[in-house]
């Protein structure tokens, strides 16, 4: 089991930045990533952290202005978001597994076990 608290949600003006973090704890994680769902959206992959593989991806609508990393040495995970733009307004979600295959198949959603909350990030324009 793995427990994901998720921090740092605000509302911002376009072109400016957030950093999300999510605090993890009980059993470590093959890997963790970030997920958004926005208003009559889908939720949709962002960002993945898989240090097994030294993976760091971000997905096309987010590449270049969202960068995803960990704290060394714990499993604190970040999302640093730049430029933001008012079709990034979301509830993100952080998630967890324990299951390779997921990894390898984000950002499909389904095998990401644990799931936090969520922090809602609002961008106007």
């Known amino acids: 089991r793995v427990d994901l608290v998720e921090s740092g949600g605000d509302s911002v003006q376009a072109g400016g930045s957030l950093r999300l973090s999510c605090a993890a704890s009980?059993?470590?994680?093959?890997?963790m990533a970030w997920f958004r769902q926005g208003p009559g959206k889908e939720r949709e992959g962002v960002a993945l952290f898989w240090p097994a593989r030294a993976r760091r991806d971000v997905t096309d609508p987010v590449k270049g202005r969202f960068a995803i990393s960990q704290d060394s040495g714990s499993t604190t995970l970040h999302l640093e978001m730049t430029t933001l733009k008012p079709e990034d307004t979301a509830l993100y979600y952080c998630t967890a597994t324990t299951l390779r295959y997921a990894c390898s198949e984000w950002p499909n959603k389904s095998g990401f076990t644990y799931w936090g909350r969520g922090t809602q990030v609002s961008v106007s324009s």
């Open positions: 009980g059993d470590i994680p093959e890997c």
